[in-house]
C-alpha cells in the first residue's frame, strides 16, 4: 500500500518538459487504461484523442492556458520545455452529469499511469475549444473537457506546509521548481474511530 501512495505523492503538476517523446507504447497504454475505469451507469461516453506528432503538438501550444495562479512567464512552458504530446478528454454531446466525474477519473488514471512510467503530466481547463477542434478535425458532438499534457518533467515539484493559511497559491523557486502547498491533515481529515 504505501509504494502506491508514493506514487500519488509524486504524481504533481508540471510544466516545463525535456524534448524527448513520450513512447508510442506509453500513450496507448494510457487512454486503454482510461477507457476502461470505471465510468457512470458504464455510459462509456468519453472520447480520447492523443496528438504527439512534433508538429500538431507545438500547434496546440497557443491554444492552451498554463498555470493561472503564475504569471505567464513563469508559468507557461518555454520553447525547449513544452510537453511532448497531448491527450485530449472529450465526451458525447448530451452526456449526463456525472460524465465529468467519469472525465476525472480517465484523467488521474493516465496522470498516475504516465507516472508510474517517469512521464509527467498537467491536467489543462483552459482550453481554447473551437481552435483545438480545428486542429484535430474532431467531430462536433464531441465535447473537449480536459487536456493532459504529458512528458518527462524538467523540474521538481514538492509538497510543502502552507506558509500562510489565507493563501495555497503553489510557487517557484530561482531554478523554476514548483513548492505546492497543502493542508495539513489536522485540517482537513476528521477520523471517527
Same mark, same amino acid.
Given at each position: 500500500?504505501?509504494?502506491?501512495?508514493?506514487?500519488?505523492?509524486?504524481?504533481?503538476?508540471?510544466?516545463?518538459?525535456?524534448?524527448?517523446?513520450?513512447?508510442?507504447?506509453?500513450?496507448?497504454?494510457?487512454?486503454?487504461?482510461?477507457? !476502461?475505469?470505471?465510468?457512470? $451507469?458504464? %455510459?462509456?461516453?468519453?472520447?480520447?484523442? *492523443?496528438?504527439?506528432?512534433? @508538429?500538431?503538438? #507545438?500547434?496546440?501550444?497557443?491554444?492552451?492556458?498554463?498555470?493561472?495562479?503564475?504569471?505567464? !512567464?513563469?508559468?507557461?512552458? $518555454?520553447? %525547449?520545455?513544452?510537453?511532448?504530446?497531448? *491527450?485530449?478528454?472529450?465526451? @458525447?454531446?448530451? #452526456?449526463?452529469?456525472?460524465?465529468?466525474?467519469?472525465?476525472?477519473?480517465?484523467?488521474?488514471?493516465?496522470?498516475?499511469?504516465?507516472?508510474?512510467?517517469?512521464?509527467?503530466?498537467?491536467?489543462?481547463?483552459?482550453?481554447?475549444?473551437?481552435?483545438?477542434?480545428?486542429?484535430?478535425?474532431?467531430?462536433?458532438?464531441?465535447?473537449?473537457?480536459?487536456?493532459?499534457?504529458?512528458?518527462?518533467?524538467?523540474?521538481?515539484?514538492?509538497?510543502?506546509?502552507?506558509?500562510?493559511?489565507?493563501?495555497?497559491?503553489?510557487?517557484?523557486?530561482?531554478?523554476?521548481?514548483?513548492?505546492?502547498?497543502?493542508?495539513?491533515?489536522?485540517?482537513?481529515?476528521?477520523?471517527?474511530?
Amino acid at each position: 500500500m504505501q509504494e502506491m501512495a508514493e506514487l500519488f505523492t509524486g504524481c504533481r503538476t508540471y510544466r516545463r518538459f525535456q524534448q524527448e517523446p513520450v513512447p508510442q507504447a506509453l500513450l496507448h497504454t494510457l487512454v486503454n487504461v482510461a477507457r !476502461e475505469r470505471s465510468c457512470a $451507469r458504464n %455510459g462509456n461516453v468519453l472520447r480520447y484523442a *492523443v496528438a504527439s506528432r512534433p @508538429e500538431l503538438v #507545438a500547434a496546440m501550444q497557443p491554444m492552451l492556458r498554463w498555470a493561472a495562479a503564475m504569471p505567464p !512567464e513563469i508559468g507557461t512552458p $518555454r520553447p %525547449g520545455e513544452q510537453p511532448t504530446a497531448f *491527450v485530449v478528454i472529450l465526451r @458525447e454531446h448530451g #452526456a449526463g452529469p456525472l460524465s465529468d466525474i467519469d472525465v476525472g477519473i480517465a484523467a488521474d488514471a493516465m496522470a498516475i499511469t504516465a507516472w508510474q512510467q517517469g512521464v509527467g503530466s498537467a491536467i489543462i481547463a483552459s482550453v481554447n475549444h473551437p481552435q483545438v477542434k480545428e486542429l484535430l478535425q474532431l467531430p462536433e458532438d464531441w465535447d473537449i473537457r480536459l487536456v493532459l499534457a504529458l512528458g518527462y518533467p524538467a523540474h521538481t515539484s514538492t509538497l510543502v506546509t502552507p506558509q500562510d493559511e489565507a493563501s495555497l497559491d503553489y510557487y517557484v523557486d530561482e531554478a523554476r521548481n514548483y513548492f505546492v502547498p497543502k493542508l495539513p491533515e489536522s485540517q482537513v481529515i476528521r477520523y471517527y474511530e
